[in-house]
């Protein structure tokens, strides 16, 4: 499905009609299988809590192209949490989950409000124009990440090379082999270093307080580093964009921030879907889900759906956007979403306030979108602003 021209933050027209006509229907996959998609967010949700659907990777079909290492579905590699079910997926998701606590994230604020002063001042330094993408978007979330598992920064851009490759659509599966190979070698070596000279950081905690194993250890850092900039270096980025693309919402922004980041969530969806297997038959909006088929959930539908959001299509950062499913839903919602919500509240106020003038530097229909990648946003946007 592609986007209305003109049009970047909306989802595709398609999803509202189905969402409206057919909230479950008929959908065939890139290998062939006959499989469902699910547009309305009650029924969202409800695949998303049923413990009937699976996620195991072994089950499920992904409705992205080119986006499994092999052409038959396989088991998912030990430590790979997010595709098990319980009680496997329980055991890695307990000795994460103290790590990502709401207390935990809100006492890296002043070390967020660091990094992204830093990054400012050199936006300020190095003068306009400048890609927000490099300057800002992504290196907030990449440094947080890396300090946050112990990482050098300086390994940064090799590791979101693979991480691209990985993330990116209609890639051969001899090359997402070759990165998925990259990001576990070099997560390995880093879980036995830590080992033997282990830091302050949490992927020395795994390594020396639990009984992980290296492989395991190289699967979770794997995740845990693409998850942890990838998404919300994108959100970054597109949120600017739009607000760029409404300024009288700066000051709904600025006087709620946290508020403002949820209906942002909401809105950009940058997470195009999310899919489960169904254990046994299962009725679901009038539609019988047969044992073994594959249900994708379709993430901007739901949270544009109007029986659950008045004006879904409007950007209105004063409106709550309770229930939304940007991060989710179940046991499997999103591990970092808290440490992505500190950042967004930080830097996205504290980007316009530094640059109240800052405008696109292209027109808006010349900024190259990421419809080739499972993570929509920008590759670039270039700005600009008034130099005082």
Known sequence: MTRRPGC????????????????????????????????RHDLVR???????????????????PGATLSAKPRPAPPGAFPSMDPPEHTRYRQLLTGQFTVRRM?????????????????????????????????????LMICELLGVPT??????????????????????KVAAFAAVQGFMRDLAAAKRVQPTDDLFSGLANDSDLTDDELSVIGGILMGAGFDTTANMLALSAFVLMSHPDQLALLRADAGRAVEELLRRLSIVPGLHRAALEDIELGGQLI???????VSIPAANHDPHQF???????????????????????QCLGQQLARVELQVGLPALFERFPTLRLDVPAEEVPLRTDMMIYGVHRLPVTWDVV
């Not at 398609?14 to 547009?39: C, F, K, N």
């Open 8 to 39: 970047p933050f909306d989802p595709p027209e398609e999803l509202g009609h189905l969402r409206s006509e057919h909230p479950v229907a008929p959908m065939a996959y890139p290998d062939g299988h006959i499989g469902w998609l699910v547009t």
């Open 46 to 64: 409800a695949v998303l809590a049923d413990k009937r659907f699976s996620h195991r990777a072994e089950l499920t079909h992904s409705p992205f």
């Open 106 to 142: 809100r006492q890296l604020t002043g070390r967020i409000e660091q990094i992204t002063a830093e990054h400012l001042d050199a936006m300020e330094r190095h003068g306009p124009p400048v890609d927000l993408v490099e300057a800002f978007a992504l290196p907030l979330p990449a």
């Open 154 to 175: 300086a390994d940064r851009a090799e590791f979101q090379h693979h991480m691209a490759v990985l993330g990116g659509m209609g890639i051969s599966p001899e090359d």
């Open 290 to 296: 047969k044992a073994g088929q594959t249900v994708t």
């Open 310 to 332: 008045a004006d879904p299509d409007v950007l209105d950062l004063g409106s709550p956007a309770t229930g939304h499913v940007a991060f989710g839903h179940g046991v499997h």
